[in-house]
C-alpha cells in the first residue's frame, strides 16, 4: 500500500507511509512499512512479463530503465510507474533482493480502478 503524499514542518522532502507484505505458501510472510519513505530515481532492471522466481538467474544482464522508487529497506524498494511512462494501467512494483544483490522476488501489481 502505498499512502497519500505528506510534507511535513521544517522538512525539505515529500513522504509516503508505504506497507508491504509478502507471502509465499508455508514460508513466514516477509512484512515491513516505513512512515517516511521518500522517493528518489533509481535504474531498475527491466521488468520481465511471466518471469517465475526460478528465472532469477538468468534475469542479471537484462537492461534497464529509469523507475520512481521508495526504498523499505537496503534489499526491498517499491516502484510505481504511471499510465504516462508506457504501463496501461498504472502499476506498482516490488523488488526485493537477495543478501548478494541479485533479484529474489520481482512482482509486478497493476492498479484496479473502483470508480465506475
Not at 3 to 31: D, F, K, M, N
Not at 52 to 74: F, I, K, N, W
Not at 90 to 96: F, G, I, P
Request: charged residues 20%; hydrophobic residues 40%.
Amino acid at each position: 500500500m502505498i499512502g497519500p503524499a505528506e510534507v511535513r514542518a521544517g522538512a525539505t522532502a515529500l513522504t509516503r507511509t508505504i506497507e508491504t507484505i509478502e507471502s509465499a505458501g508455508q514460508i513466514p510472510a516477509i512484512h515491513r512499512r516505513v512512515d517516511t519513505a521518500v522517493m528518489h530515481l533509481e535504474l531498475l532492471p527491466q521488468y520481465l512479463t511471466g518471469a517465475s522466481p526460478a528465472d532469477t538467474g538468468m534475469l542479471a544482464g537484462r537492461s534497464s530503465e529509469p523507475a520512481a522508487v521508495y526504498a523499505l529497506t537496503r534489499g526491498i524498494m517499491v516502484a510505481s510507474y504511471e499510465a504516462c511512462a508506457g504501463m496501461s494501467p498504472s502499476a506498482v512494483r516490488y523488488l526485493r533482493r537477495d543478501s548478494r544483490g541479485g533479484i529474489a522476488r520481482d512482482a509486478m501489481l497493476h492498479r484496479v480502478s473502483t470508480l465506475k
